[in-house]
């Protein structure tokens, strides 16, 4: 556990901020003039896309485990939704090619957070031999 101006921040805790930050990112970089798009030297745009939604969709996962398809379902039609509205913005432009990778970087980071999830609970010896009063393993 961390603690930060006093908070104690579980990795659950951390990742909904994260992940809730990632998003507001998105959406301001999505939504504002070309001119005024934060954007990361020597990254192309499409990268910088995919690596956006990857790490939000990997770090709701995380904080969210059980609404994994939830965030797929927002991750589309955000996606989808804040490619439309850039359509009320003079200087940006939507494209299918932009929303499809920002798709495909959701979808792998949503991959990527289940594979990590895998594996923790796979190695983890303290989580695999707890077991509850009734004898059901905890997860």
Avoid: N
């Amino acid at each position: 556990m961390l603690r930060l101006f006093g908070f104690e921040l579980t990795v659950r805790r951390s990742a909904a901020l994260i992940g809730w930050g990632a998003v507001a990112l998105v959406i301001v970089a999505t939504l504002s003039p070309i001119g005024a798009r934060p954007h990361i030297a020597h990254l192309g745009p499409q990268i910088e896309r995919f690596v956006a939604y990857l790490v939000a969709a990997a770090a709701l996962a995380v904080a969210y485990p059980a609404r994994k398809g939830v965030i797929l379902l927002c991750i589309v039609a955000g996606a989808a939704g804040l490619e439309l509205a850039q359509h009320f913005e003079a200087s940006r432009h939507a494209r299918a090619l932009d929303a499809a990778v920002k798709v495909m970087g959701g979808v792998t980071g949503l991959a990527v957070a289940a594979l990590c999830e895998r594996f923790w609970w796979k190695r983890s010896p303290t989580r695999a031999t707890v077991r509850h009063t009734d004898g059901a393993p905890h997860r």
